[in-house]
């Protein structure tokens, strides 16, 4: 399965200077609000040093990690709901996304251009979290107040339809008070039903803290008691540039022990439930994302829908003992190599193989 993490945030607060770093794609990154009018799109590996750990045992033709697809969407500003600047061409984009990751200004640069055209060193993270907040609430507004009709038209000529109606004016009124979707008290039916109402403020949140080089690994202001991930887009550009080894030597100078795309992604995973599961042979070592709470047959599903339709069993081995017993055959001989069948819930880490039959 694929992750899609939106990057959103005002202008100028180093969206684009980050997304270039952590696709190493060139987005344009200048100091002028709208420099990124089309949404840049990058798809990047998903850093996990367990991949070449397994390589190191199974000797693949390949290595082939998870990817995370960001999606570099231009600055909104104040109004952004209205048309103002080309908000509503890039809140559309954002409705395309799994999470948002909002990138928050930490750093102080007196050259930096504001959205308002001011210039300055003053930083006020909050207010400009508040600032995006509600235009993204503003803009579910307006999409409710659009389908309400439509919903109870449909609601009075189908009763099964009066939940979705009941739900979404629920909605209406909770976000009318300046409230994130996400945040309303609803039952797991009632959170499945606002999928089809394309809510941006029931997407998953994570703030990123774009920080000065110097704040790096501190704790940084938290927003709206949601604690950001400090990162510098500065240093993530220099990073970019490195090979690995020199990369892997410049953090531990700086004394972070990873990048901030692996943080980032990380915290993605965690945020949206997702977890990894490995296959391991000599064609290849391969990480595949699935949600946390899978069985078997589900992950199955993610390599081919014929996997899952035709599943019989799963071959299962723990990450660690594949590790320590030197393999798979290290782990058939040491009992290790488990045979689960469809009610297996996949843990993070696993190595499988599937049996299945079509």
């Known amino acids: 399965m694929s992750l899609s993490i939106g990057i959103v945030g005002l202008p100028n607060v180093g969206k684009s200077t980050l997304f270039t770093a952590l696709t190493r794609k060139g987005g344009l990154a200048a100091n002028y609000p709208f420099a990124t ?6 798809v990047v590996d998903v850093p996990d040093a367990r991949l070449q750990q397994l390589a190191e ?20 500003v104040k109004g952004a709901n209205e048309g103002e600047g080309l908000g509503n061409q890039f809140l559309a984009n954002i409705r395309e996304t799994d999470a948002i990751c909002e990138v928050v200004r930490y750093f102080t640069d007196p050259n930096v251009m504001r959205e308002t055209g001011r210039v300055g060193a003053f930083v006020d993270p909050s207010a400009d979290a508040d600032t995006i907040m509600t235009e993204l609430i503003l803009a579910d507004i307006q999409t409710l107040e659009k389908q309400l009709p439509k919903l109870e038209k449909e609601a009075k000529r189908d009763k099964e339809q009066a939940g979705k109606f009941d739900v979404a004016k629920r909605l209406l009124a909770w976000l009318n008070e300046g409230n994130r979707a996400a945040t309303m008290d609803m039952t797991d039916d009632e959170r499945a039903i606002t999928k089809g109402l394309f809510l941006l403020t029931m997407k998953p949140l994570l703030y990123v803290a774009n920080v000065d080089e110097d704040a790096l690994g501190a704790e940084v202001e938290p927003i709206d008691g949601e604690q950001p991930i400090p990162i510098c887009a500065k240093v993530e550009a220099e990073l970019s540039e490195l090979e690995p080894e020199e990369a892997a030597e410049y953090l531990s100078d700086i004394g972070l022990e990873r990048s901030g ?21 000599e064609m290849e070592v391969k990480a595949w994302t699935i949600p946390v709470g899978a069985k078997a047959p589900q992950a199955a599903g993610v390599i081919h829908s014929d996997f899952e339709r035709g599943f019989i069993k799963a071959e ?43």
């Open 37 to 42: 009018i089309d949404p840049n799109v990058g």
């Open 57 to 76: 045992i199974a000797h693949p033709g390949r290595i082939v990690p998870a990817t995370v697809e960001f999606v570099d969407i231009a600055g909104l």
């Open 261 to 281: 795309l692996e943080t980032l992604a990380q915290a993605a995973y965690k945020l949206l439930g997702l977890q990894s599961y490995f296959t391991a042979g």
């Open 316 to 358: 299962v081995a723990s990450f660690d003992d594949y590790i320590e017993l030197g393999g798979e055959a290290g782990c058939k001989a040491a009992g290790k190599l488990r045979m689960e069948g469809k009610d297996y819930v996949v843990q993070d880490g696993d190595v499988m193989h599937f049996r299945f039959n079509v």
